[in-house]
């Protein structure tokens, strides 16, 4: 049997996870204080995902940059091709949140997305 420690991150409690497993079943989750704290646990160790937050560059606006976050969370393995894929990316102003930066980032499906509102100079 394989056991995980982990910090639940859905709350600011910050629960002491354990996770016990049997190949890839989770066959027991302990130290959760609420059922949000047992799907964590259950989905980190058997698809981990993330929201990735990110800038990109603006052309004719108020701000160089703009702030950006998938508009879901990804498959954690996706991070760093996510990352690589908005290095190049420049928009042009204006832009407004939740605005379609670059769909289907990296194959995922998820959209990236503005999260800031930037005016025309």
Do not use: F, H
Not at 8 to 28: D, F, R, S, W, Y
Not at 34 to 61: F, H, L, N
Not at 85 to 111: C, F, H, M, N, R
């Amino acid at each position: 049997m394989e056991v995980k420690n982990l910090i639940c991150i859905n709350c600011p409690m910050g629960c002491a996870l354990t996770v016990e497993m049997e190949g890839n079943e989770v066959v027991k989750i302990s130290g959760n204080t609420c059922p949000r704290g047992e799907a964590y646990g259950r989905k980190e160790v058997t698809d981990p995902t993330r929201i990735v937050t990110s800038t990109v560059k603006v052309t004719g606006g108020k701000a160089e940059m703009v702030s950006v976050k998938t508009k879901q969370d990804i498959p954690k393995g996706k991070i760093s091709e996510c990352i690589k894929a908005l290095k190049d990316v420049e928009v042009q102003a204006p832009v407004y949140i939740g605005d379609v930066i670059v769909a289907d980032i990296a194959g995922t499906g998820v959209d990236i997305v503005a999260t800031k509102n930037i005016e025309l100079l």
